[in-house]
């Protein structure tokens, strides 16, 4: 069973859209930490950023939580990211990873760290740079 909290979290993620993206940052306190493979930003108006953005980059983003680990301060999602590039939009891309968010005494999320393999989760899947980057991996092999 999740804390308050974390099902707080879980349903905005799970339900996020264009329109409930306040909603979201008003999980986070106003100089909260966020970063990923990409970005490293504080702040409510950068965060909002984010995500805004990731809605004018692909089609159709979802997030399905599959895990939880969670303690009094901490709680670990691991998820999967479902959407469509814009260059192809009738096929379903998925990138797997986790986030790692820490809470601050009024629950408001002042951490929010994503973890995920930006090469074979993303970068291998886009026209171009795919198959330079898994001639890279495959090169990389012992």
């Known amino acids: ?77 691991t998820w999967e990211f479902l959407f469509q590039l814009k260059s192809s939009p009738n096929k379903i891309e998925l990138i797997r990873g986790c986030t790692w968010f820490t809470f601050n005494e009024r629950d408001l999320i002042i951490e929010h760290r994503d973890y995920w393999d930006a090469a074979e989760e993303l970068y291998e899947k886009l026209p171009l740079i795919g198959s330079l980057m898994k001639w890279l991996k495959k090169r990389a092999k012992l």
Do not use: W
Not at 22 to 51: M, T, W
Not at 54 to 73: A, C, R, W
């Open 1 to 77: 069973m999740n804390t308050p909290r974390t099902q707080q979290v879980i349903d905005q993620f799970e339900s996020l859209n264009q329109q409930s993206v306040c909603q979201l940052i008003n999980l986070y306190a106003s100089d909260a930490l966020f970063k990923d493979p990409f970005n490293e930003v504080r702040g409510h108006v950068a965060i909002k950023h984010i995500f805004m953005h990731m809605f004018t980059q692909v089609n159709n983003p979802k997030f399905v939580i599959k895990s939880v680990l969670e303690n009094s301060s901490q709680t670990c999602l």
